[in-house]
Every structure is written in structure tokens, then in C-alpha cells.
């Protein structure tokens, strides 16, 4: 979990930084609002996908997002213990009491998937002399978590007994989607009524839940979510709020009307000349045909910069710069010939491509990966840095 720093109390950071442009995520979570009817959730799970959980979380909630979604219990009381005391759903809980008991001390949604769960959130709303809120899971298709649609019924007719006691109220009903990125997915009508008949399950056992929800950030963008029938009363958008495409087939983030919020910025640590016929980097992958200026980027592996990726480029003095061989733990090599490049020389890994820099799309591309594990994986070395939040830094 990156701890939350401000622009203006970070100390210029030499080596590297991601610095997280707030004034993005604002406009892509108006962007979402502006393509839905429906309440949109922002999902910052997985320290918001790289972008720092507990920043960007109260920033959702100073725009006026009523609901956040995390994966994991402890991400939801990670949000708690900085004081966060909206809405928040919690869906990847494992058969752990202590943390469920926490989450509904602390009125976390819970998604709800098996009897085994609904039992422990029982035992935590007695425990606690309250009413747990839960979002009952259905699968529809993407067959990971959900109830089968052949347990479906015993699992809504237990929600409602335990609603019926006071011990749960079932706020929400939701399911997930395979391929929502794909305006053109079969499946997703296939999912879509899936849904529709476990709602009107839910419907014949007594409840009423506010909150319906099937779409991602694919399916609000590609407008599937809409035209398809399926937006009911909430959508789940991830990736989309930090300004990355959620599958090429849709376009670049520019078509999409979205701006990435993530730079990754580094420092050159030494420059150099090499001769030709001399390898870089282990294995000695690249063999120099000529004298090569080489820069060393202090960033490798261990900070999310994918090793496997093929012919992956940087962004220094206004040149793409080769990455030259292997990239290795905490650092890479790269072509500074010809550019203006020294020692402490400012270097762009990605960012949102204005400048001719490359993006985390291509990154995803060269490691044959998608947008979501670039940003996700950049590492707790690396500090994240704030830009661009009204009225702030
Ligand atoms: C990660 C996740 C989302 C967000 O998906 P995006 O494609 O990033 O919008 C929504 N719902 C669930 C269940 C998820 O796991």
C-alpha cells in the first residue's frame, strides 16, 4: 500500500516517481457519469490500480461518489481506518470470521456469493448487534465467483430468511461480466439475462434490493451497458477511471473520451559510451553494431516494468529511447545516442502520450498484457506523487 504524499511535502524524488494526475481521474469519473444513468461505483482495489488507494479514494468522495469497490475485506478497512465512512463494497471475502466480523462493525458491503459466507456475516451482524448489508453475487457466465444459477435459489431464499430476522438486508444483487470491453460479445446478452432471471428470483422471494449491477467500465464506454438493456441501477467502472482503455477493440483512451492519470517518471543514473560488438544487459541479448550511448534507468522489474516485454521504448530529452536487452531487477539500459542526455537527465517510462511519450497501452502491447497489469503492478518502490487536485497541490 503506497502511504498518500503530497506534491508539495515530497521531496523531489531522483530516482523515480509515478506521479498520479487527480484532475484526470476527475474527468474520466465525470465522463463515466456523463455515459450513465445509472450510480457509478469506483473501484479502488489493488491500491487503485496502482494510483494509491486512500488518495484517490477521497477524491472519488470529495466529486461526490457515494460508492467505492474493493476486492479484499482488509482493502475496505484499509479505506476505514483513513477515515473513510461511505459506502463500500468488499466481494472477495474468504472464510475468514475475524475479517467479516470487522467489515460489518465497520458497515462494509459485503458480497455475497455461498451459504458458508452468508453464515459468517450472520455470526458477525449477532456478534455485533447490527444489520449487515450484502450484495447478493449470481454467476452469470465468467464462472468465478457467484452462486450457480442452480444454488441461486437457496442462497436468495437464506438472504431473505436472515432479512426476514433482521440479521441482513440485502442491498444489492450483481454479476460480472466476461467480455464487457467488446461492444460485439455474445455472451454478454447470454450474461445480460442470466441476471434478468436471477432478479426476478430475488423478486419472488420478497426482496427488493436497490442496487443491480453487471457493467464495468467496457460495458459503460462501449455503451453495451446501455443499448444492451443492462445498466439497472449501478455500474462498477475500474480501469476507466485512471484513463486506460478497457480492451483496444474499444480504442486508445483518446477515442474514448478518457485521460490516463498515471506518468512514470525516472532519472538517468549514469551515462556512457560502449563500442561495438559490445553486449548489454544479461544474456547479452543486445550486441551493439556501432558506438552506443547507453543511459541507465533506474527502474526494473522489481518496480513493474515487465521483463518479457519486446522492443519496449522510453521517453527522454523529446526522443523514444530503445530499451537495450534484458531488463533487469531495479534497473534497464537504454539508446541515449544522439539525444541530450546526462546524469540525472529526466526520463518518461509512459504517460498519457501527449508528447509523443510512450503509454501504458503500449507498454501493454511490447509485453503482450493488457493496461490494467501495467499500472497495477508498478511497485510499492516506486513513490506515488499528487498533481492536479483543485484547491490543492
Ligand atoms: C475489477 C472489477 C471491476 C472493475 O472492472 P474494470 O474493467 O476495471 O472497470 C468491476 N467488478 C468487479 C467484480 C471487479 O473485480
Redesign the pocket.
Known amino acids: 500500500m503506497t502511504l498518500p504524499t503530497d506534491a508539495s511535502s515530497t521531496p523531489e524524488v531522483l530516482r523515480a516517481q509515478a506521479v498520479v494526475d487527480l484532475g484526470a481521474i476527475a474527468h474520466n469519473i465525470e465522463h463515466l457519469r456523463s455515459m450513465t444513468t445509472a450510480e457509478v461505483?469506483v473501484?479502488v482495489?489493488?491500491d487503485a490500480?496502482g494510483h494509491g488507494m486512500v488518495r484517490v479514494a477521497a477524491h472519488a468522495r470529495r466529486m461526490g461518489i457515494d460508492w467505492l469497490?474493493v476486492?479484499l475485506p482488509e482493502e475496505a478497512l484499509e479505506l476505514r481506518e483513513h477515515a473513510d465512512t461511505g459506502r463500500v463494497l468488499a466481494?472477495?471475502a474468504t472464510p475468514d470470521q475475524s475479517s467479516i466480523d470487522a467489515c460489518v462493525e465497520q458497515h462494509v458491503d459485503l458480497?455475497i456469493s455461498t451459504p458458508w459466507a452468508l453464515s459468517h456475516v450472520i455470526d458477525a451482524a449477532l456478534k455485533h448487534g447490527v444489520t449487515a448489508r450484502i450484495h447478493l453475487k449470481i454467476d452469470t457466465g465468467l464462472s468465478?465467483?457467484g452462486a450457480s444459477a442452480m444454488d441461486w435459489t437457496d442462497l436468495v431464499d437464506a438472504a431473505a430468511q436472515a432479512q426476514a430476522d433482521g440479521t441482513v438486508f440485502v442491498d444489492g444483487v450483481?454479476s460480472?461480466l466476461v467480455s464487457?470491453?467488446d461492444p460485439n460479445a455474445e455472451i454478454t446478452d447470454v450474461q445480460a439475462q442470466t441476471f434478468a432471471d436471477a432478479l426476478r428470483v430475488v423478486q419472488r422471494a420478497g426482496l427488493n434490493p436497490t442496487w443491480r449491477h453487471l457493467g464495468?467500465?467496457?460495458a459503460?464506454l462501449s455503451g453495451a451497458a446501455r443499448t444492451r438493456g443492462f445498466e439497472h441501477t449501478m455500474v462498477?467502472?475500474?480501469?476507466?477511471?485512471y484513463g486506460i482503455t478497457?480492451g483496444r477493440v474499444l480504442g486508445e483512451p483518446n477515442d474514448l473520451g478518457l485521460r490516463p492519470a498515471m506518468t512514470l517518471h525516472a532519472r538517468l543514473a549514469q551515462v556512457k559510451q560502449i563500442p561495438a560488438g559490445q553486449g548489454v544487459s544479461y544474456g547479452h541479448q543486445w550486441i551493439a553494431d556501432r558506438e552506443t550511448t547507453v543511459g541507465l534507468v533506474p527502474l526494473g522489474y522489481a518496480d513493474g516494468l515487465p521483463r518479457t516485454a519486446v522492443t519496449p521504448s522510453v521517453w527522454i530529452a523529446g526522443r523514444r529511447c530503445a530499451v537495450l536487452g534484458r531488463i533487469a531487477m531495479d534497473q534497464c539500459v537504454v539508446d541515449v545516442s544522439g539525444v541530450d542526455a546526462s546524469a540525472g537527465t529526466e526520463v518518461i517510462v509512459f504517460g498519457p502520450g501527449d508528447r509523443g511519450e510512450p503509454t501504458a497501452e503500449e507498454w501493454a502491447e511490447w509485453a503482450g498484457t493488457i493496461g490494467?497489469e501495467i499500472v497495477t503492478r508498478i511497485g510499492p518502490r516506486v513513490p506515488r506523487r499528487y498533481v492536479g487536485e483543485v484547491g490543492r497541490g
Open positions: 461505483l473501484v482495489k489493488a490500480y469497490g476486492a466481494w472477495l458480497g468465478r465467483g450483481w460480472h464487457g470491453e464495468n467500465s467496457g459503460v462498477r467502472c475500474g480501469i476507466a477511471t478497457p490494467y
